[in-house]
């Protein structure tokens, strides 16, 4: 493989993430907003490693005897495309010469988040487990992984009707591992809801949001939230899931997501407004959750 192909730093580090081999778990918690990996620190048992290049801050430690590293990787899908391709890259390939293991190591990715809901009848603060998710963005499209055929057709048969057939849609699904564990294993402390998720390739018109200038789609969240697919409501609007879902897959490996609703799209709040629990405090109790989740990992 050549050099260019997959960049190394001086010290031999993988290029963006600044992370060395043998100190990536295969178990890796990716929490988006850097600043969250320090709330996630206090979670564990003992740190073994821990570093930061960019916008990439990650720790490597232990939690109920198992290792976990925990990576924020910065806002939407190009950045997670990057943390999830290097970090398979620091468990299967030999980065001092270039080449596959001959064997794969099976990686296991928990995205825990924040996001938008959009049914009415779901309360702000409520986590949202995604057995689907679903994008128009192109990303997905680099790689061989294969869509949920059925719910794409779905999907865009709806959007066509509301919308424009210009935008073309795809959409993946949980791994079996973590779509088990969402049946068996969920937080005491927080509401907790199974759906789809949109996975924007933006904050603001490609979520629907008009600020100042006029957008394409402002009635977009009530679109989406009037579609439903073998009795799944489409529940939440974030920009990391589907693309994780893809690459993951294409890669051969598990991945699933849970995100905290800290606004509500249908009914114009923001931010826990209803006087529950603060974003702070039920964000903790899905990194304890996350940190379980991957501890039943193999």
């Not at 603060?125 to 994008?135: E, R």
Request: proline letters at 5%; a negative charge; one cysteine or more.
């Amino acid at each position: 493989m050549k050099s260019s192909e997959l960049p190394l730093r001086p010290d031999g580090s993988i290029y963006h993430l600044g992370m060395q081999p043998g100190r990536a778990s295969h178990r890796c918690l990716l929490v988006g907003d850097p600043g969250r990996v320090s709330l996630a620190i206090s979670l564990l048992d003992s740190i073994q490693y821990q570093g930061s290049n960019r916008e990439f801050v990650w720790v490597t430690g232990n939690y109920k005897g198992v290792s976990v590293s925990i990576i924020g990787t910065g806002i939407g899908g190009d950045n997670t495309e990057i943390a999830v391709v290097e970090l398979d890259a620091l468990h299967n390939i030999d980065l001092s010469r270039g080449k596959p293991f001959p064997t794969h190591k099976r990686l296991y990715f928990l995205r825990i988040g924040t996001c938008g809901l959009i049914q009415p009848e779901v309360s702000l603060g409520t986590a949202v487990f995604s057995i689907y998710g679903v994008g128009i963005d192109p990303l997905p499209h680099f790689y061989e992984a294969k869509g949920v055929s059925s719910l794409e057709e779905a999907l865009q048969h709806h959007w066509d009707t509301h919308g424009s057939s210009e935008l073309r849609w795809y959409a993946m699904k949980a791994s079996p591992f973590f779509e088990e564990l969402s049946h068996t294993l969920q937080s005491s402390e927080i509401p907790w809801v199974r759906g789809i998720t949109y996975s924007a390739l933006g904050f603001y018109a490609p979520q629907g949001r008009q600020i100042r200038t006029n957008i394409r789609y402002p009635n977009l969240a009530e679109w989406l939230g009037s579609f439903s697919y073998q009795d799944y409501k489409i529940q939440n609007i974030e920009m990391e899931v589907a693309p994780l879902y893809a690459i993951a897959q294409a890669l051969g490996h598990e991945a699933g997501a849970i995100c905290l609703g800290i606004a509500h799209r249908h009914r114009g709040e923001f931010a826990y407004k209803d006087g529950g629990i603060s974003p702070e405090e039920g964000m903790k109790h899905l990194l304890l959750l996350g940190l379980d989740w991957l501890s039943h990992a193999p």
